[in-house]
Nanobody, 127 residues
Framework: QVQLVESGGGSVQSGGSLRLSCAASGFTVSRYCMGWFRQAPGQEREGLAF???????RYADPVKGRVTISRDNTKNTLYLQMNSLKPEDTAQYLC?????????????????????WGQGTQVTVSS
C-alpha cells in the first residue's frame, strides 16, 4: 500500500527556515518522480519542486533559490529545505509521486500528473 506522510511544518518568522520531510512506504522514492506542492486557503495547488529518479531537479519561480529538494534513499524519504521564508509561503505543503518525470503527458508541476499524495503539513510564516 502506497503511503506518503509529511512532517516538519510549523510556525516561523519571516526569514526563517524549515525542513519538510515526506516518508514513503509501499514504493521506492528513488525510482519515482517526486514533487513538492503547496496550497493556500482559497488558492489552487501549485507545484514547487520535483526530483526525478535520476536526480535531476527543477524549481518553480516563486521558490527558486530559496528551497532545495532532496531525498535519502536509505530512509526512503523526500525532503524540502526552505530558507528565507516569507509570509506568502504560508500554506499546506504536500508531497506527491508519479512513475516518471518525463515520460508523461503532464508537466512536472502539474497536479493532475501525480498518482500519489500525502496529507500535507502546515507551514505558517509570520511577518
Amino acid at each position: 500500500q502506497v503511503q506518503l506522510v509529511e512532517s516538519g511544518g510549523g510556525s516561523v518568522q519571516s526569514g526563517g527556515s524549515l525542513r519538510l520531510s515526506c516518508a514513503a512506504s509501499g514504493f521506492t522514492v528513488s525510482r519515482y518522480c517526486m514533487g513538492w506542492f503547496r496550497q493556500a486557503p482559497g488558492q489552487e495547488r501549485e507545484g514547487l519542486a520535483f526530483i526525478s529518479s535520476g536526480g535531476r531537479s527543477r524549481y518553480a519561480d516563486p521558490v527558486k533559490g530559496r528551497v532545495t529538494i532532496s531525498r535519502d534513499n536509505t530512509k526512503n524519504t523526500l525532503y524540502l529545505q526552505m530558507n528565507s521564508l516569507k509570509p506568502e509561503d504560508t500554506a499546506q505543503y504536500l508531497c506527491a509521486a508519479r512513475p516518471s518525470c518525463y515520460n508523461s503527458a503532464y508537466d512536472q508541476f502539474a497536479v493532475s500528473g501525480y498518482n500519489y499524495w500525502g496529507q500535507g503539513t502546515q507551514v505558517t510564516v509570520s511577518s
